[in-house]
């Protein structure tokens, strides 16, 4: 030992080997035959890192690593198997992490971005006789030292061990050097890793959980999650998707995500310069193909005949990692998006819609400002797309979905590897503004409609945080609209339309947000004739004060559910890919239908009574947000309602011309 780390009140010493390894441990003398050992695994790992492409990266994904380790490492009296860290500890003001940190630097620039891989070794010696006290092991052998190897990044040290003479010491220094609670112990070497970067993740196995036995996901060397699902098709659909929206853009970008989709959705790069060439062969197979952005996602896909998909992925490929795009093109689809926006504001509901999102979140009104994307787009020229890609596309953002004919996977998976393989590792945490609304009593908005119209749109509108596949979400997405807004037997059509006649349609939208679940909201949507507006107020509330529901609405709805999940089963050539691809997009565990479909079953009967009375119309009748569109404003009219109504109820109202 030359040399110690303290971590805490722990001391860990280390030492090197030349300048080609460390050694951190508890123990302060170990047998010569451990030295010996590292330094042979130090002499069988080294030559893997060199080779094109090499098969261990120093930039790369621990799990391939370590995989690759367990696999090829042949050395007698040691037993491989990888370490997957279950539980990570949350930097806060705690004096053992900020030791870490000054030791080895934040989370971010160790953990992070250094690409640990961790094998784990059980050094066995047959020969050293037992202690008493000794365990065996279920081959009858004791272990007598526990190691951990990190292949990092190579500045100084290509790799680290970490050597623990016993479990517990083990433990500790895992646990220390990982800053994490909790860690498993796994031999089985067959399962992908989760990028260990994504460490929200934990570094957790992400394999095959898809609805489909077959589908599965996998995650290249530079961490691009690829979901694989083989139908019986002779058919294919590849689509490259990005966490890249809207709601990104900082106010002097508006515009750029979605002009950047029109450009993407040429799919020209250095290679293939032409974009004639390029939808002249696409036409020719058969294919098709289309871009879009939402607020949150970008996504370019091609579905065609399955032998066209290595062509379809050297496209897509290299417009992602080497973009080109001819100028002409750049000044066309600017006047496109131009246009297309012009078209979004000569909606007849476009100021409903700003004027609420306005009204939510003042402070983030430019974003559904179409009159200032336009402003801005105008501005934008080549260098500044081209910047814009560069700081916003990486890898770790990054999820390939492919369907592919049933005997295809492995070709498919050897395709995926060779052409985005390719895209040099990147990673970037998206930057995503918290949008959210906090309102606390009633408010009533009228929104002057401009045009002598008699018609009201209306939203009643209540944000909540609400998790998605939550209790939640399941009784208020599931149960309450189905029950409450079905027209068959739902209470609202049954007074609103079947017995006043002063509606077509209402419904209940919920939304949950992926990315955060502050940003949630749900609401009550319809419209009525102006002189209907305080009935239609006065109606609402009375249903949800005296309205019950009955175990009846509940089984019934249980049926329609079961229609439903069993009607999922027929599905297209993306339903399983679009099911999936965002839950994995925003680094959330797959869940399958079967699993939702059990959750909502499992909900009961009073469990969801008690959350309609007590939380659902509580909430509502609390503090909703009622914006209506009219070019009257029926405020005095509606007032009295809600006084004589909810007589304990605070509201305010609300004209915005
Ligand atoms: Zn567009």
Not at 13 to 38: A, R, S, V
Not at 155 to 175: A, C, M, W
Not at 397 to 419: G, R
Not at 609 to 622: Q, S
């Amino acid at each position: 030992m030359n040399d110690s780390i303290q971590i805490g009140d722990t001391l860990l010493k280390y030492k090197t080997h030349k300048n080609d390894y460390y050694i951190i441990t508890y123990i302060k003398d170990y047998k010569e035959y451990l030295n010996k050992l590292i330094y042979e695994i130090y002499e069988d790992i080294m030559p893997h890192y060199i080779g094109t492409p090499p098969a261990l990266r120093f930039a790369n994904v621990c799990g391939n690593n370590a995989e690759f380790i367990c696999e090829n490492l042949k050395i007698d009296g040691i037993k491989l198997g990888k370490i997957i860290i279950t539980d990570w500890v949350e930097p806060k003001n705690d004096s053992k992490i900020d030791t870490i940190y000054r030791t080895y630097g934040s989370k971010v620039s160790t953990i992070g971005l250094s690409y640990h891989a961790l094998v784990y070794l059980e050094v066995l010696d047959e020969n050293e006789v037992l202690d008493e006290n000794e365990v065996l092991d279920e081959n009858n052998n004791t272990p007598k030292y526990y190691v951990a190897i990190e292949t990092t990044c190579g500045e100084k040290y290509d790799l680290q061990f970490y050597v623990g003479s016993n479990k517990k010491d083990f433990d500790t220094i895992i646990k220390a050097r990982y800053q994490c609670n909790g860690f498993k112990i796994s031999f089985d070497c067959k399962e992908d890793w989760e990028v260990i970067a994504n460490s929200h993740n934990g570094g957790k196995p992400k394999m095959s959980v898809l609805n489909d036995k077959t589908s599965k996901t996998l995650t290249l060397n530079n961490g691009i999650r690829v979901i694989i699902v083989p139908l019986k098709t002779n058919l294919t659909h590849i689509s490259a998707n990005f966490l890249l929206g809207h709601y990104q853009e900082k106010e002097n970008e508006l515009g750029m995500t979605h002009y950047y989709e029109h450009l993407l959705g040429r799919m020209t790069s250095q290679k293939y310069k032409d974009a004639n060439y390029i939808s002249d062969e696409i036409y020719k197979r058969g294919g098709i193909n289309n871009a879009y952005v939402s607020d949150y996602e970008m996504s370019i896909y091609i579905s065609g005949i399955y032998k066209d998909l290595d062509f379809y992925m050297d496209i897509l490929s290299n417009t992602i990692n080497k973009f080109y795009i001819d100028r002409n093109i750049i000044k066309q689809e600017k006047g496109a998006v131009i246009q297309e926006y012009m078209g979004y504001m000569s909606a007849p509901d476009y100021k409903f819609k700003f004027n609420i999102f306005k009204f939510l979140y003042p402070k983030y009104s430019f974003i559904a400002d179409c009159k200032k994307k336009i402003k801005y787009i105008k501005k934008f020229d080549y260098n500044t797309i081209v910047r814009y890609i560069k700081s916003h596309l990486n890898t770790n953002n990054f999820v390939i979905t492919i369907t592919c004919p049933s005997n295809k996977t492995a070709e498919a998976i050897k395709n995926v590897k060779k052409y985005f393989g390719v895209i040099k590792y990147k990673n970037a945490k998206p930057a995503y503004p918290v949008i959210k609304h906090n309102n606390t009593n009633i408010k009533i908005v009228n929104i002057k409609n401009d045009y002598r119209d008699d018609n009201n749109l209306i939203v009643i509108h209540l944000s909540k945080r609400i998790e998605f596949l939550s209790e939640e979400y399941l009784i208020l997405n599931y149960y309450l609209q189905r029950i409450l807004f079905n027209f068959d037997s739902g209470i609202f059509y049954k007074i609103l339309r079947k017995k006043l006649g002063i509606i077509y349609y209402i419904g209940l939208a919920v939304n949950t947000d992926n990315y955060n679940a502050d940003m949630s909201y749900y609401r009550i949507v319809s419209q009525c004739q102006q002189k209907n507006m305080p009935l239609f107020i006065k109606s609402i509330i009375d249903i949800l004060e005296y309205y019950e529901l009955e175990d009846e609405h509940i089984d019934t709805a249980k049926n329609y559910f079961k229609y439903c999940y069993e009607n999922k089963k027929f599905y297209n050539l993306t339903s399983f890919n679009d099911d999936y691809k965002s839950q994995l997009l925003f680094h959330k565990d797959i869940v399958k239908n079967k699993d939702i479909y059990k959750k909502l079953l499992s909900i009961t009967t009073s469990r969801i009574k008690e959350y309609y009375k007590n939380v659902f119309v509580k909430d509502i009748l609390l503090k909703h947000i009622l914006f209506y569109y009219s070019n009257r404003n029926s405020n005095k009219a509606i007032e009295p309602i809600y006084k004589k109504l909810l007589p304990s109820a605070n509201y305010k109202t609300y004209y915005i011309a």
